[in-house]
């Protein structure tokens, strides 16, 4: 049965409520969910009924298309002056002897080995400190460019950002203005968490708003930089507050088109000081993409981090509205690993990650940064799949 045939199977079901089938409505008719169906979906729809309007939204969108990149991460501090409660990454207080601050030549040493290799992005984001500031970054992004000029730079979440400006004495704009013409090519969606101050003010008290956040990337999209967004979730906040940070996004999204991708991110609770607070569960993940893929009508991409949520659950996540697994990292992040993530050295070649996705039957689609194929790895053949294998036979006397 295809995801039209199974929306209708569902509108014909003659117990379903007259919520979900207005909502379901609105899924087949293309219209836009409210607040409060949003809300009403946390609280009341299953997985299946889920399951099956996120992914007719995501087949209308992109058929079996599932996108992932070549690219590698440079975290150049894992020192930050931010105390966010969730965060299992900063060595400032804890294990300080484990903090690492890098030079604008540590980072072009970490680059240049990839010198050789197909990547198409490099990815840069970390703690906040003093140092690596406005002059710091633009060295870097400069030396990038000189040194690979066709290297996607996407860099910086709004949290680095407003630090930076603010001690350069800068307008969001001109901060951001002046990183562009250095080099930079578009931001990560990170320091979001959930935008609602109730929640905000318990987690991540001492870090930019959720007006600052909002307000960079809106001055990020005025400059033509795309950027992505993302949603800590799964820790104190109430389904409100995830309806609540999505809709400022999608308010944002309709003013200025500049969002690529929404990227939920589940809490992790190892290291950190909320670790009484427990993880949801896999099924409350599904669920959240699920509901992510309805709500967010105006973007294009919903994008899970394989290495963050495990490969089992990347795949099946393919079927509740994800369309992009991110990247082949070559275990170049530690953020994910020090949360307690099960992938404690996370890195796929491009042949695992498109088997990944050929084993669920959805098509492997290598992009660039903006989403243009690089490679259609559909049909593909990988020289190992080709190359004889020779086994060791046990030799019999
Ligand atoms: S989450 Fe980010 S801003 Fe907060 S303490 Fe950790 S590194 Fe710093």
Redesign the pocket.
Same mark, same amino acid.
């Given at each position: 049965m295809d995801t039209t045939a199974k929306l209708t199977f569902i509108l014909d079901n003659a117990d379903l409520s007259q919520e979900l089938r207005g909502i379901a409505l609105k899924v087949q008719q293309k219209e836009r969910i409210t607040f409060d169906e949003g809300v009403y979906l946390y609280e009341h729809a299953e997985l299946g009924f889920l399951g099956v309007l996120a992914n007719y939204i995501r087949e209308q969108k992109h058929g079996d298309k599932t996108y992932f990149n070549r690219n590698f991460h440079i975290e150049p501090t894992?020192v #930050?002056?931010?105390? #966010?409660n969730? #965060?299992s990454?900063?060595r400032l207080i804890k294990n300080k002897e484990d903090g690492w601050e890098m030079s604008v030549d540590g980072m072009m040493d970490i680059l240049k080995k990839y010198d050789n290799e197909p990547v198409t992005e490099v990815h840069v984001t &970390?703690?906040?400190v003093p140092k690596q500031n406005l002059e710091f970054y633009a060295d870097f992004f400069r030396s990038v460019k000189a040194h690979r000029p066709s290297l996607h730079i996407k860099a910086l979440t709004p949290?680095e950002c407003f630090y930076i400006f603010k001690k350069a004495k800068l307008s969001h704009y001109d901060g951001l203005k002046y990183f562009k013409e250095a080099g930079l090519d578009s931001m990560p969606g &990170? &320091?979001a968490e959930i935008f609602h101050p109730e929640v905000r003010e318990k987690i991540?008290n001492d870090?930019c708003t959720a007006e600052q956040w909002l307000d960079i990337h809106e001055q990020a999209h005025k400059l033509g930089l795309k950027t992505n967004a993302t949603m800590l979730y799964g820790h104190i906040e109430e389904f409100k507050h995830r309806v609540d940070h999505m809709e400022r996004l999608r308010q944002l999204q309709d003013k200025t088109g500049g969002f690529q991708a929404f990227i939920p991110l589940k809490f992790r609770n190892q290291n950190n000081q909320m670790e009484h607070v427990p993880e949801v569960s896999v099924v409350e993940d599904l669920r959240n993409y699920a509901i992510a893929r309805i709500y967010l009508d105006n973007f294009d991409h919903i994008k899970a981090y394989w290495a963050m949520i495990s490969r089992q659950t990347a795949q099946l996540s393919l079927n509740f509205g994800v369309d992009d697994i991110d990247g082949t990292l070559d275990d170049t992040t530690k953020i994910y690993s020090m949360a307690g993530a099960e992938e404690q050295t996370p890195g796929m070649s491009t042949r695992e990650l498109a088997n990944l996705i050929k084993q669920v039957h959805r098509q492997p689609i290598e992009r660039d940064t903006f989403y243009n194929v690089v490679t259609d790895y559909t049909d593909f053949v990988f020289e190992e799949d080709v190359k004889p294998q020779y086994y060791k036979l046990p030799v019999i006397n």
């Open positions: 894992n #930050c002056i931010y105390t #966010c969730f #965060c990454y900063s &970390g703690g906040v949290v &990170g &320091g991540a870090k």
